[in-house]
Each structure stands twice: as C-alpha cells, then as structure tokens.
C-alpha cells in the first residue's frame, strides 16, 4: 500500500486566494482526520470523517475553511480567502476502527500564504 | 481538551534512558504515542488500551494508569534514532484523537 496521499506537498499563495488542499487514504481505512500543526497551536484536529460522512468539525477554525470526502478514496480541504495565518502544515490521516494500529499520516502540505 | 505532556524538551547522551509523561483531566480510554522526526509526519509508535496496560517495543516502552489518568513513555539506552519530538494522544470520541504539545527528545553521542 502507498499509505496516505497528500498533494501538493508544498503550496504558496497570495493572501485571498484559494487554496485546496488533497488527501487520498488507505484503502480500506473508513476513518479520515485533517490535522493543522504549528509551533504555536501543535497539532490540531480540524475535522474527521467516518465512512465519509463529517463527524466532528469544531476544529475548523472558522467560515473560511471547508472540507468535503464525496468517496471513500478522496478528500479535500479549501481555505477560501486564504489568510497569512493559514500557513502551516496540513496533515491527512487514516485509520479503521477495525484495527488497532493507530493512525497514518500523510506526507503533509505545507502551506505558505503571504 | 489537550492532554498535557512533561517535560517539554530532553536532552540525553546516547545509551541513557528517558521518561516522557502524559495527563489529562478528563477520563482516558486509550492513549497513542508517536514521534515525529523533523519535516516528516507523525509515525504511530504504540496504543494502550487498559488501565494498567504495558506495552513495549524493542527498547521503547509505555504504561498507562486509567485511574491517574496518565501514560508514560519510556526509552532505554537510548540510540541516535530515537531523536525526534514525541506526541501523546488522547481518544475523545469514536477515533478522535487529541494531540499533547509534544516533547523534543535529543540524542547526542
């Protein structure tokens, strides 16, 4: 398996463009979480997904951040306006409540908006 | 809520042991571990799933006391390759984890 999937790896933008954000999971994995990581906040959940249905979504932190899974294989997260405090790095992650082995990260997208 | 993680930073010679300690204040039912080496992503290190559990791999162990609400990491005679920032996880939720600040562990030779 090629594990968890991010693109692009790298991404900057000008303040008020969009920007989208990729993940494609492990197959199989019925679990999908976006992590936001930063020196000054760590690592923090943004949203999940089971069975692409959105579970818990009070970590985006405001209107300007969307994330949809319209199948099992793809997810996506935008940032529209993007801010110079969106710049971070963006983490998917995967996981099957059947087993017990913990999450697997993707790559990560770092993003940079200036 | 953020689990809490000590200390915040270590700094060892190879070959010593560390303990990176993680609480919390509310009811645990399972704590992750992970470790991150610097621009990769977090890689899953172990899971513990019983008050009282003990798990180990090769020379990195963990426990975990439901009723303390706390979990432990421990690394014996520490290699190179055990440098990196280490996070514990919390489950709050079906499979929602929430992740301590981290603690950055340095292996010197």
């Known amino acids: 398996d090629a594990g968890v999937i991010q693109s692009p790896r790298h991404e900057v933008t000008e303040m008020g463009q969009e920007v989208t954000l990729r993940c494609k999971p492990i197959?199989?994995?019925?679990?999908l979480f976006w992590y936001r990581q930063t020196m000054m906040r760590g690592l923090e959940l943004l949203i999940y997904f089971n069975n692409n249905v959105p579970i818990d979504d009070s970590g985006m932190p405001e209107d300007r951040f969307s994330a949809k899974m319209p199948n099992a294989s793809f997810s996506t997260l935008k940032i529209q306006p993007s801010e110079p405090r969106d710049s971070a790095v963006y983490f998917c992650?995967?996981?099957?409540?059947?087993?017990?082995?913990?999450?697997?990260f993707g790559s990560g997208t770092r993003l940079t908006v200036v | 809520q953020q689990p809490v993680q000590s200390p915040q930073a270590v700094i060892l010679r190879e070959g010593e042991d560390a303990v990176i300690n993680c609480s919390s204040s509310k009811a645990l039912y399972s704590v992750h571990w992970y470790r991150q080496k610097h621009g990769e992503a977090p890689v899953f290190l172990m899971i513990?799933?019983?008050?009282?559990e003990q798990k180990g791999h090769d020379k990195i162990s963990a426990s975990f006391n439901e009723k303390k609400q706390q979990s432990s990491l421990y690394l014996t005679a520490s290699q190179l390759s055990y440098s990196g920032t280490y996070f514990c996880?919390?489950?709050?939720?079906?499979?929602?984890?929430?992740f301590g600040q981290g603690t950055r562990l340095t292996i010197n030779p």
């Open positions: 197959s199989g994995h019925d679990y």
């Open positions: 513990l799933l019983k008050g009282g």
């Open positions: 996880g919390t489950e709050q939720g079906a499979q929602k984890l929430v």
């Open positions: 992650a995967s996981n099957s409540l059947g087993g017990r082995g913990g999450y697997t």
